[in-house]
């Protein structure tokens, strides 16, 4: 269906390949998963399907591509539309009109078929992704992953042969992402598309995957192979498979179903009773902290948006000491943000008081708290806009009116020192992200937030994240982040409070929330289900030396 | 989201209702057409998702209008019916107030409120994108790029409000224009990366893909026609304000300038191979409505044309502060009423989707 024949590409004003004599050939109706570290080539290697490059990006391109016998360098995208779905990273930008049933209709309008025609195929569309009761909506109005139906839904239309995905699910909360997932998996399975998606969340996608298309860097040649044989290769894979690599599982399991005879067999799995569950939401949250001593006091907040009816946040008593890692879980909607966006002063509270570092968010204003806390927001682009990053830290600086400081230490454990002078919108999303943070700890708050820290990262930029916010907590700093990512919480965090229709629902030490909840739980917790164990180390270091080789 | 009338009814009607309106200051009949006006966007608004922004828009009119009548009786001292007076030393204020600068504030406002009445019905009533999608062959292009720039304003309203919580909590200040920048120069990049994505995506799904390819010579040839259409039109605009008295060459050259784009654009929309998904129905109510808003018009204007005073009304002496009232001209005004009258009863509106905080 897709064939390359050493194909090579470089970007305009660029000496270096992205791809170099890349030959590879991938199967009628195989689901193909693309993985590999953020810049990569993998979006290089997807855009040649449709032709997107060279036509859109330019550049130098060599080689032939072949897709169902048609060629994507002459035709380009527009010639390809028929035959290739193709489906963006971002929810937000890639919709014309505001109407789903209209966006819906676009590509078909381009082609210019009759009205009937595209009557017919919108409602099969809507009913093979189960959309229909969306179709009258505003997309400014639809969440995230509803966008990314609809994204997908209105590529369909065209009945391609190839579906191609660049990171669907990368900016969506692992519900949301699934559901995108799943769907995938159903028309793979229902209409035998050919797929090919690229995607961080391995553990989510390895199972349905036929094979793995493993891209290690720019210019290194891609492989192409069976998920498990690829996934021995590759060092950075979900907790669950590092474990079994370790511990030489063979062959390499990668669902929690076909790893549990293995961690049976080893003896590791513990049947956690109803008694623990209980127990833990009997016991009161921790008060025992001196009142002196509190990073944040939250007392009985309440907080409704305006224009809304249901308030957001409903009696919140939530007390943080100092040099706590608190995590805050729940769905999207459960408060999370909001509960953020008090602590830093940008809501005050309705009722109640909100109390960080003994400074009542009412009596001071965002820019002076901002001095005590420092909030890190989801989207770093929202707060970079300097030449260069140097100019970003020394932009915060000024506006606290501090003069400019030794911030060495700071870049190092950031590991930005080779991008201090550069353009902070050319750096990578893990990069960006960094530099947001660095933008923000340079006045060194004692109080950190962040909220969802790990959108859009891969596994090596997550665990350089939890390694620098670690190392946060250890120079006595307290941090509370809101997050989907469970397996963070697991690294680092020593407390987990979930959140529910804006109520704490559980709030207690990281090991035990973990272990007693379903969706709340690492891998290798929910594999294990022991209280001792939530991360690879955890197991490693319960582990008679002997037994590990890694 | 199912129209009640067919969107070029509400435009022929909006058009008609506006044109009518500017033409008096009898606030009776300005009244009269208020009501018919408002009895629409009653209908409309209970079935509308996007009447509640409307309604807040038609509040800044009547404040305005509030405004207005003590204003202009506090600043406008002529007239026979004396009201009161306040103490002539007091500066600008002081003096009668009379009825007739109240009258007059009144109709004033009202014929602005009602503009805006007839505008935030037309916008409730009809999508707008969805119009401008309806743009003939030859301005579909000039149309999609409208219609893009709307869906995206409320994008960059949110990405607005997250820049500007992002900018404060390093502690920066908004105080002078300045201050700024850390707000705008983000908010650009944004937009542009994803007018990027965008661009992307219309292209992946064959967006102007299957345009008739026109020689190279024939495009250099437009792209010239269009330039000069543009620049002829600006000239023309230009020489109307310069040499007022030779008024007929800048009308020449605008028209001149006018007829060249149209050209391009006709020779380019020809190329355009592609469908349209949505097609109104055009039912019997619209064209009744249409009527209705048609006979209205044209009686008004014939009205004017037998009588030239018909329509005519200034409260400041010699002329009468009490306005005039013809019975006929009257129901005339109460036809705008049509399309609220010509509609089955209205479901309730469902409930508006809140947003939830991410």
């Known amino acids: 269906m897709i064939h390359f024949r050493r194909v090579s590409y470089w970007y305009p004003e660029s000496q270096e390949p992205v791809l170099r004599d890349v030959s590879l050939d991938i199967e009628e109706g195989e689901f193909v998963l693309v993985i590999g570290p953020s810049g990569s080539g993998k979006s290089t290697l997807l855009r040649c399907i449709n032709g997107m490059i060279p036509h859109f990006y330019g550049g130098t391109f060599a080689g032939t591509v072949r897709v169902a016998g048609l060629d994507p360098v002459e035709l380009g995208p527009k010639g390809m539309a028929h035959l290739v779905g193709f489906v963006l990273q ?47 909506r505003r997309i400014s109005s639809l969440s995230g992953g509803e966008k990314q139906h609809v994204a997908i839904a209105s590529v369909l239309t065209l009945q391609p042969k ?154 919140i008593h939530l007390q943080v000491a100092e040099g706590e890692f608190v995590a805050l879980m729940g769905r999207n909607g459960s408060g999370k943000s909001t509960l953020l966006k008090h602590l830093i002063g940008l809501l005050q509270p309705q009722r109640g008081q909100v109390l960080v570092a003994g400074h009542d968010t009412r009596r001071h204003s965002v820019e002076e708290l901002a001095r005590w806390v420092g909030y890190v927001p989801q989207n770093p682009g929202a707060l970079l806009f300097q030449d260069t990053l140097r100019q970003e830290l020394e932009f915060t600086l000024r506006n606290h009116g501090l003069a400019p400081r030794d911030d060495s230490a700071l870049i190092r454990a950031l590991g930005l020192e080779p991008h201090l002078e550069r353009y902070p919108r050319d750096l990578s999303v893990g990069e960006r992200q960094r530099a947001a943070l660095a933008a923000i700890l340079v006045v060194e708050p004692q109080v950190i937030l962040l909220d969802e ?8 930029q997550k665990r350089s994240l939890a390694g ?83 | 989201m199912r129209q ?125 994108a969805r119009l401008l999608r309806r743009m003939p062959a030859f301005l579909y292009l000039a149309g999609m790029i409208t219609s893009i720039a709307l869906a995206f304003v409320p994008q960059m309203i949110s ?24 707000l705008i120069m983000p908010l650009l990049t944004t937009g542009l990366e994803r007018a990027i994505q965008l661009a992307e995506s219309m292209e992946a799904r064959g967006f102007g893909g299957s345009a008739a390819s026109i020689s190279r010579s024939l495009n250099y040839i437009l792209k010239g026609m269009t330039l000069a259409g543009l620049l002829a039109l ?42 349209r998904y949505r097609h109104e129905l055009w039912l019997s109510r619209d064209t009744l409505m249409v009527a209705c808003g048609a006979a209205a018009a044209a009686g008004i204007l014939i009205a004017r044309a037998l009588n030239r005073a018909a329509l005519f009304y200034y409260p400041y002496p010699p002329y009468s502060v009490w306005p005039a009232f013809d019975w006929r001209l009257g129901l005339l005004y109460a036809l705008f009423m049509a399309p609220a009258w010509l509609l089955p009863p209205a479901r309730a509106a469902q409930p508006k989707q809140l947003p939830l905080p991410r």
């Open chain 1, 468 to 550: 620098f916010l670690k190392g946060q907590k250890a120079q006595g700093r307290t941090i509370i982040m809101s997050t989907h990512d469970v397996e963070l919480v697991a690294e680092c965090a020593d407390r987990v409070v979930i959140l529910g229709e804006g109520e704490v629902i559980v709030d207690g030490p990281a090991r035990k929330v973990m272990t007693s909840s379903m969706i709340f739980s690492s891998q290798v917790n929910k594999l294990l289900r022991d209280d001792r164990f939530l991360t690879v180390e955890d197991v490693l270091a319960g582990m008679p030396p002997a037994e590990v080789t890694p």
């Open chain 1, 162 to 315: 190839v579906l191609v995905l660049d990171e669907p699910t990368s900016q969506l909360d692992p519900q949301a992402a699934e559901e995108v997932l799943t769907v995938l998996q159903k028309l793979n399975e229902d209409l035998g598309l050919t797929i090919l998606l690229s995607e961080h969340r391995l553990e989510r996608v390895a199972q349905y995957a036929d094979r793995i298309l493993w891209v290690p860097a720019p210019g290194q040649p891609p492989a192409l192979g069976a998920p498990a044989e690829i996934l021995a290769q590759v060092d950075l894979t979900p907790p669950l498979i590092t474990l079994a690599k370790v511990l030489k599982w063979q062959p390499l399991p990668l669902t929690i179903k076909q790893a549990r005879p293995f961690a049976r067999r080893a003896g590791l799995v513990r049947e956690p009773s109803l008694q623990d569950e209980e127990t833990l939401l009997r016991r009161r949250p921790a008060n025992s902290a001196p009142q002196d001593s509190l990073a944040v006091d939250m007392r009985d907040v309440w907080y409704t948006y305006p224009g809304t009816d249901q308030p957001a946040l409903r009696g």
């Open chain 1, 90 to 136: 971002d929810p937000e930008a890639q919709f014309v009109v505001d109407t789903v049933e209209d966006e819906l209709a676009f590509a078909m309008e381009n082609q210019g078929l009759s009205i009937t025609l595209m009557r017919k195929r919108i409602e099969e569309v809507l009913d093979q992704l189960s959309i229909a009761h969306l179709r009258h």
């Open chain 2, 159 to 182: 990405a607005l409000q997250e820049i500007r919580e992002a900018q404060r909590v390093r502690g920066h200040r908004f105080r002078t224009i300045r201050d700024l920048l850390p």
């Open chain 2, 234 to 275: 600006l000239a023309g605009m230009f020489a109307r304000s310069y040499w007022s008295r030779q008024a007929w060459i800048g009308i020449l050259l605008s028209a001149g300038g006018l007829l060249l784009m149209t050209a391009a654009f006709w020779v380019q929309g020809r190329r355009v191979r592609r469908s």
């Open chain 1, 453 to 460: 820290p790990t959108r859009g990262l891969d596994y090596p």
């Open chain 2, 4 to 128: 009640e009338y067919h969107p070029l009814a509400w435009l022929a009607w909006a058009t008609a209702a506006a044109a009518i309106a500017l033409m008096t200051l009898n606030p009776l009949y300005l009244t009269l057409l208020a009501l018919a006006v408002l009895a629409n966007y009653r209908v409309i608004s209970l079935r509308s998702p996007t009447a509640r922004q409307w309604g807040a828009f038609l509040k800044a009119g009547l404040l305005i209008w509030a405004i207005t009548i003590p204003f202009n009786a506090l600043m406008s001292h002529h007239g026979r019916y004396v009201l009161f007076r306040l103490p002539a030393n007091w500066p600008l204020v002081g003096g009668a107030i009379t009825l007739e600068a109240i009258a007059y504030g009144f109709a004033r406002g009202l014929s602005l409120v009602l503009l805006l009445m007839i505008f935030a019905t037309f916008n409730s009533a009809v999508d707008t």
